[in-house]
């Protein structure tokens, strides 16, 4: 079993900058995937980008490449989600998630299996 939690959304003007924190504990293994998800009011859950925790493997939506970096830090068990140029559309919950297994491409929710409560990021215009 995998413990999630995500820390330091905030409200943020556009073209501004955010890093978000997702610090893992409890059963991990060198093989899960990590991704960022996000969901807006009304909305659906959407991915947004991942990484393969025992490599350098990154995968991300059009939406954000070449705005946003994930990376990780296997010695403290967190992965960060570095997020510039930041727009109004951007603004959601963001929520980390992890997976046991597999390629580092997984899209949908329901392929990952453990889930932080997410934190909320609000860019103004």
């Known amino acids: 079993q995998v413990q999630l939690v995500e820390s330091g959304g905030t409200l943020v003007q556009a073209g501004g900058s955010l890093r978000l924190s997702c610090s893992a504990s409890?059963?991990?293994?060198?093989?899960?995937?990590m991704g960022w998800f996000r969901q807006a009011p009304g909305k659906e859950r959407e991915f947004v980008t991942a990484i393969s925790w025992y490599g350098d493997s990154t995968y991300y939506a059009d939406s954000v490449k070449g705005r946003f970096t994930i990376s990780r830090d296997k010695a403290k068990n967190t992965v960060y989600l570095q997020m510039n140029s930041l727009k109004p559309e951007d603004t959601a919950v963001y929520y980390c998630?992890?997976?046991?297994?597999?390629?580092?491409?997984?899209?949908?929710?329901?392929?990952?299996?453990?889930w932080g409560q997410g934190t909320q990021v609000t860019v103004s215009s």
């Open positions: 998630a992890a997976r046991l297994g597999g390629s580092y491409y997984y899209l949908r929710p329901n392929e990952y299996d453990y």
């Open positions: 409890g059963r991990t293994f060198s093989s899960y995937i």
